[in-house]
């Protein structure tokens, strides 16, 4: 299947944005590092299938680096991801970006493979970063994907030349 586009996300956007982010992320608020990211200000990126909209990645441009604040996909295994990263790339090696980078968490074990699969590598591991987070966000569950407890940060980077 591959018959979706992908396009800059709009204003008219907004609405859904905001239903995805609750229902996929108990909020609008995403954290990494120890920052809030309000996702429905930032830009992003919208898989569009039949004028429906089936993916969306969040995210943030700073001092050349392109961080991916979130990444979901409503239709898995056929290439909306994929096609959401490649335009990730595009737009960041137009931006002039040294890298792209993205926070997930210890039990999301099928983020960690996707992201591997598409060259990124694993920078760093931040043990119980997530205690930070929860003090900033006291929505986020306790326990994540096969109930696996939510614990630490690991940080995956993509370099760009
Ligand atoms: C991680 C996530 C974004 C991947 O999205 P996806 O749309 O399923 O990704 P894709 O379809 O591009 O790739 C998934 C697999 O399907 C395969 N695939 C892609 N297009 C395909 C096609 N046309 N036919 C058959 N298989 C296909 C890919 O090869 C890939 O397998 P691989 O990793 O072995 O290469 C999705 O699982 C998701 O939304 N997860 C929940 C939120 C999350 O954890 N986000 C990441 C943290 S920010």
């Known amino acids: 299947m591959n018959d979706f586009t992908i396009r800059e996300v709009n204003e008219n956007d907004k609405k859904w944005i905001i239903q995805l982010m609750e229902d996929e992320w108990a909020s609008t608020r995403i954290i990494t590092r120890g920052i809030v990211h309000n996702t429905e200000n930032l830009p992003g990126l919208i898989a569009i299938q039949n004028k429906k909209r089936i993916g969306l990645l969040i995210y943030n441009v700073k001092d050349y680096d392109c961080e991916i604040i979130s990444l979901n ?7 909306i991801g994929s096609a959401l ?7 960041s090696i137009k931006g002039d970006c040294k890298r792209i980078w993205v926070i997930t968490t210890n039990d999301n074990t099928e983020a960690l493979r996707f992201y591997q699969m598409r060259g990124f590598k694993i920078k760093a591991f931040y043990i119980d970063a997530i205690k930070k987070s929860r003090q900033l966000k006291p929505e986020l569950p306790l326990l994540g994907i096969d109930g696996i407890e939510i614990r630490d940060e690991i940080e995956l980077e993509k370099e760009l030349k």
């Open 85 to 91: 990263i490649q335009k990730m790339i595009e737009i």
């Open 73 to 79: 996909s409503l239709i898995k295994g056929v290439g």
